[in-house]
């Protein structure tokens, strides 16, 4: 059965926009490479899979950290919406649109809407390719999860345990 593009926007829109829970208590857990951090957690809304994914590095305590908003569907997991917070490296705007050739040094918020106009398949490869800054940059963790439950509408982003971090004491 061919897949069908505008009805999994419609249900990607409904979960950006629609107020979410996450089911907790969570834990961050190493990824594939033992330096990096992930989070999952579903997220209590009137659809079925959607998921918050977090990624930190365990070595790089309060930067390039990364929450993304995603739906499950029957054959992949698309990604809606992203926050990345003190990343390591700047992201610059590719795509035609009005900030096309923009670069975003600071934090950044990778918005539903402005990347739905570019399809599926461009959100997906292109890893969410717009990006704009937040309103405010947080200053701290605490401040990070709370542009998480403001931008991603989640009302208990505030109650995610904290990476456990270890910083190196050699670069």
Not at 54 to 75: M, S, V, W, Y
Request: net charge neutral; glycine share 4%; hydrophobic share 40%.
């Amino acid at each position: 059965m061919p897949r069908d593009d505008l009805a999994i926007l419609s249900r990607m829109r409904q979960a950006f926009v629609e107020p979410k829970r996450l089911v907790l208590p969570q834990a961050w857990q190493t990824g594939g490479r033992s330096d990096k951090l992930v989070l999952t957690a579903l997220c209590q809304c009137s659809l079925v899979g959607v998921q918050l994914h977090g990624r930190a590095h365990a070595h790089r305590p309060d930067e390039d950290l990364t929450f993304q908003l995603c739906i499950d569907e029957p054959d992949e997991t698309w990604p809606i919406a992203r926050i990345d917070w003190r990343p390591i490296s700047p992201h610059t705007n590719r795509m035609p649109d009005p900030f096309r050739g923009t670069t975003v040094w600071e934090s950044g918020f990778h918005p539903f809407e402005e990347n739905a106009v570019h399809g599926l398949t461009t959100m997906k490869a292109r890893n969410l390719p717009v990006c704009r800054p937040l309103l405010s940059e947080p200053t701290s963790y605490a401040d990070a999860l709370r542009a998480v439950s403001v931008t991603l509408n989640i009302l208990n982003a505030t109650a995610l345990p904290t990476p456990p971090w270890s910083p190196r004491l050699f670069p």
